[in-house]
């Protein structure tokens, strides 16, 4: 598939159009509606900007580096049946395939899932993808060994009670689910790389969703929803998984990338990623 050249921007999320910060409450008809087209606008400049640093088949957790390669926290992918949620441009699932896993891709953006297609035929490595959400997985009950997300979609859900019970019901018992998130307590801090990052302005107990508003339309083009760690413990208990890992991964000696929020300024003295490891009740 041929796509049109991209080229690297500075900005970790173009505001464009124009958008106006709020925090409010925001359902999962409304979360969805904004977040598909405003992925499909910034898959171009992400993959741009950040293409090189995930690898065109590398499976990296977070903006810190840490690789499954060394973490090992989904476990061994031969000859597994293994979906990615929220798989963007494919890049972790080609890492499971290029493993002898049977990896497979969803995410909610036809443009990242364009952006699949090109790496496919680049590496020869092709990830089968679909378009759809997290809280309505479509594949049928007991499809996969293993199921991951890294920074895919769970963030960006209302209602995440539903996602996880969507992640149970394709597993098959005793199946692995494994994800990294934003570390919960970042949400007490401006998402801002540099010095300003770094003092506590908001209460990590306020779980209304941060919402971009299109000043021209009046419509949500952005939305991000926050739960602390004891929320994810709570969802992911209730739905029949065992806690096995949970990373907090340091912030490399000489790792001088900046990513959106992410920077060594922050990430040498406090965690900016969570990486949750748990297995399904057989």
Same mark, same amino acid.
């Given at each position: 598939m041929s796509l049109p050249p991209v080229t690297p921007d500075s900005r970790d999320h173009p505001p464009l159009p124009p958008v106006r910060v709020e925090?409010?409450? @925001?359902?999962? =008809?409304e979360s969805r509606a904004a977040n598909g087209p405003d992925w499909d606008r910034y898959a171009d400049d992400y993959q741009a900007t950040h293409g090189e640093f995930l690898g065109n088949d590398g499976f990296v957790w977070g903006p810190?580096?840490?690789?499954?390669e060394s973490a090992g926290i989904l476990g061994d992918v031969r000859d597994r049946d293994v979906l990615e949620v929220g798989s963007g441009a494919?890049?972790?699932?080609r890492w499971v395939r290029s493993r002898g896993g049977r990896g497979v891709g969803l995410d909610l953006s036809h443009r990242q899932l364009q952006h699949s297609r090109r790496l496919d035929e680049a590496t020869g490595v092709p990830v089968p993808s679909v378009r759809g959400t997290a809280t309505a997985?479509?594949?049928?009950?007991?499809?996969?060994?293993? @199921?991951?997300? =890294?920074f895919g979609a769970l963030q960006f859900v209302a209602d995440l009670d539903d996602a996880v019970a969507e992640v149970a019901r394709v597993l098959r018992p005793g199946g692995r689910f494994a994800f990294s998130i934003t570390h919960p307590t970042r949400w007490m801090f401006p998402d801002d790389p540099g010095p300003?990052?770094?003092?506590a302005s908001q209460d990590y107990w306020d779980r209304t969703p941060y919402v971009e508003v299109d000043e021209a339309t009046g419509r949500v083009s952005y939305v991000e929803h926050h739960r602390t760690l004891g929320d994810w413990v709570a969802v992911l208990a209730g739905r029949g998984f065992r806690i096995t890992d949970l990373l907090e991964p340091q912030w490399p000696e000489g790792h001088e990338r900046v990513w959106g929020g992410w920077s060594g300024t922050r990430g040498r003295i406090g965690p900016g990623t969570a990486v949750f490891?748990?297995?399904?009740?057989a």
């Open positions: 925090r409010r409450a @925001v359902d999962e =008809a810190e580096g840490l690789t499954e494919g890049q972790c699932s997985l479509p594949f049928r009950d007991g499809s996969f060994d293993k @199921v991951f997300s =890294a300003e990052g770094l003092v490891g748990c297995d399904l009740d």
